[in-house]
């Protein structure tokens, strides 16, 4: 089973300008960095209950309040992340 199909793999190709190996894994460590970026989003969101720029209906005085940038080791290198 195949989480892209062949349409949107072409595309992802086509989209980064993958021409070699190097390209390839520049663009998935880009990938992957924007996922673990959306993850911790999503966490905060969930912990604090609401989303982010929600104005309406919040029961916890907790507020976004900015980020931290971080660096983290991966399979693909390091790569810094923005810690909400």
């Known amino acids: 089973m195949s989480i892209l199909t062949k349409e949107q793999l072409k595309n992802f190709i086509s989209e ?4 070699s190996i190097p ?4 663009s998935l460590k880009n990938l992957f960095k924007d996922t673990i970026q959306e993850m911790l989003e999503a966490e905060l969101s969930t912990e604090l209950g609401y989303e982010k720029y929600e104005k309406k209906d919040k029961d916890t005085p907790n507020s976004r309040n900015g980020y931290t940038q971080k660096t ?3 399979q693909f290198g390091e790569m810094e992340i923005d810690i909400p």
């Open 16 to 19: 980064n300008n993958i021409q």
């Open 23 to 26: 390209d390839l894994y520049a």
């Open 72 to 74: 983290v080791k991966t």
